[in-house]
């Protein structure tokens, strides 16, 4: 069974930091381009950050440069997003999806995706 699960969510001061986690079963998530995307309430889902099968990276939101980073542990198969310096604006559920083509900002260019994790910033 594929699957994607994201960990690492909460409740977060402004400036504070949090690392989420894309851990997958039952794909190798190298094969993969791994995007990060956001979704606050009344919003659409938007890219935050995508890293490719090769690495590269691709920045989906402007307003992340800077503060937010993406990695993979292949041994791991488990993708992070390294998110720092946090905002209020933030606040959102946060979404891994894995795509077999290379990295895009939209959400009909991947295959499989997380349930999602809650991002609060807030004080």
């Known amino acids: 069974q594929l699957q994607l699960v994201e960990s690492g969510g909460g409740l977060v001061q402004p400036g504070g930091s949090l690392r989420l986690s894309c851990a997958a079963s039952g794909l190798t998530l190298d094969d993969y381009a791994i995007g990060w995307f956001r979704q606050a309430p009344g919003k659409e889902r938007g890219g935050v950050l995508c890293?490719?099968?090769?690495?590269?990276?691709?920045t989906g939101a402007s307003s992340v440069k800077g503060r937010f980073t993406v990695s993979r542990d292949n041994a791991k198969n488990t993708v992070y997003l390294q998110m720092n310096s946090l905002k209020p604006e933030d606040t959102a559920v946060y979404y891994c999806a894995a795509s077999q083509r290379s990295c895009s900002g939209y959400v009909s260019e991947y295959h499989y995706w997380g349930q999602g994790t809650q991002v609060i910033v807030s004080s």
């Open positions: 890293i490719s099968s090769s690495g590269s990276i691709l």
